[in-house]
């Protein structure tokens, strides 16, 4: 859904996800796509989703840096920077809940 005016930047998408939009591997998605993957998968690591379990702060760090579009407001950069800072608290080993 558009969120600003409708432009090559915004626009609306209506149309299902088929076997024809199939790309095989991560690697021949489009940019924004791989951006996007790498962007979701740093927000599951963040909640501790269990999917996540096969899934490191490494592979979304390379998978976001893997965009070579310009990134020309910085923003890309930035959510790397924080991936890159928030590594060592994602790669913690689990630890036992001092409540209990």
């Given at each position: 859904?558009?969120?600003?005016?409708?432009?090559?930047?915004?626009?609306?998408?209506?149309?299902p996800v088929t076997a024809a939009d199939d790309v095989g591997t991560i690697?021949?998605a489009p940019e924004i796509v791989r951006f996007a993957t790498a962007a979701?998968?740093?927000?599951?690591?963040?909640?501790?989703?269990?999917?996540?379990?096969?899934?490191?702060?490494?592979?979304?760090?390379?998978?976001?840096?893997?965009?070579?579009?310009?990134?020309?407001?910085?923003?890309?950069?930035?959510?790397?920077?924080?991936?890159?800072?928030?590594?060592?608290?994602?790669?913690?080993?689990?630890?036992?809940?001092?409540?209990?």
């Amino acid at each position: 859904i558009a969120t600003g005016p409708a432009d090559s930047r915004t626009a609306r998408l209506d149309r299902p996800v088929t076997a024809a939009d199939d790309v095989g591997t991560i690697d021949n998605a489009p940019e924004i796509v791989r951006f996007a993957t790498a962007a979701a998968g740093f927000g599951g690591l963040l909640r501790g989703d269990p999917a996540m379990r096969d899934l490191s702060c490494n592979d979304v760090i390379a998978l976001a840096q893997s965009v070579q579009e310009p990134d020309p407001d910085g923003r890309r950069a930035q959510l790397i920077a924080l991936m890159y800072r928030a590594q060592p608290l994602i790669d913690l080993p689990p630890h036992d809940d001092p409540g209990k």
